[in-house]
């Protein structure tokens, strides 16, 4: 996926108007698939399991795989947004 297009709207546009835009554009279910990947995100930075992430989830085994895939693959970038995403002043 090609995001570079998109991603001067995404830090010109004022928070609340993007979480409009993300509301407006996405289905729940889509908006809580994104919610979903990051506590999985969050589960594997923490050390858990595969399926200690998956209990505490409520997500899938199979989805929790893919997640810790993407996360083992860019470990350092996700952590890296998380901890952003974590600090007190984001």
Sequence with gaps: ???????????AV???DLARFLEITFTE???AQVGE???????LRQGLSQR???????????TVTRGARAYRLHTD???????TLESPHA
């Design 1 to 11: 996926m090609d995001a570079e297009p998109i991603l001067p709207f995404f830090t």
């Design 14 to 16: 004022p928070p609340g």
């Design 29 to 31: 279910k889509e908006l």
């Design 37 to 43: 990947r990051w506590r999985i995100f969050a589960g």
């Design 52 to 62: 200690e992430v998956a209990a505490q989830t409520g997500c899938g085994i199979a």
């Design 77 to 83: 970038f996700i952590n890296r947004i998380l901890d």
